[in-house]
């Protein structure tokens, strides 16, 4: 019997991800974190146009009830969440630096692990792990590359 050979079988390459250097990775994290804290700005400017007395009373300090660090850890999520899963894996910093995220095979990491991934993060003294693997990547068995 005779069996047909897959014309697709010659195509087939590894692909070579070379990780991206330290610097990199840090100066990704600096913009990010500028990136995000910017839109945290505008999103409280606009909140102080629209009730400024609600404005005051959200950012006394004894009345507040921790929600400006909510609002800030929503943002992060939702930062990473949009542009990771939904932009290839290129945030701001890694659009600068020319890296992106990808999964151990090399793909875009689907939504789930951008959002455990970004959960990874904030987990106190995390940013520490990044002297040898970070958490972050470690556990979600993603890395960041040079595209």
Not at 83 to 109: F, H, I
Request: glycine share 4%; net charge negative; charged share 20%.
């Amino acid at each position: 019997m005779l069996t047909q050979k897959d014309l697709l079988d010659d195509l087939e390459t590894d692909i070579i991800l070379q990780p991206a250097s330290r610097t990199q990775r840090f100066v990704n994290v600096l913009i990010d974190r500028i990136v995000i804290l910017i839109l945290l700005f505008m999103i409280m400017v606009i909140f102080a146009i629209i009730d400024a007395t609600a404005f005051d009373k959200f950012m006394d300090e004894d009345n507040h009830n921790g929600q400006p660090a909510i609002i800030y850890y929503a943002l992060i999520i939702l930062y990473y969440c949009i542009l990771e899963a939904g932009n290839k894996g290129v945030t701001v910093g890694k659009l600068v630096t020319g890296t992106r995220v990808v999964v151990e095979d090399g793909s875009t990491p689907p939504l789930k692990t951008v959002f455990v991934r970004t959960i990874i993060r904030m987990i106190p003294l995390e940013a520490f792990s990044a002297f040898n693997v970070a958490w972050h990547d470690l556990w979600t068995r993603t890395t960041v590359v040079k595209k």
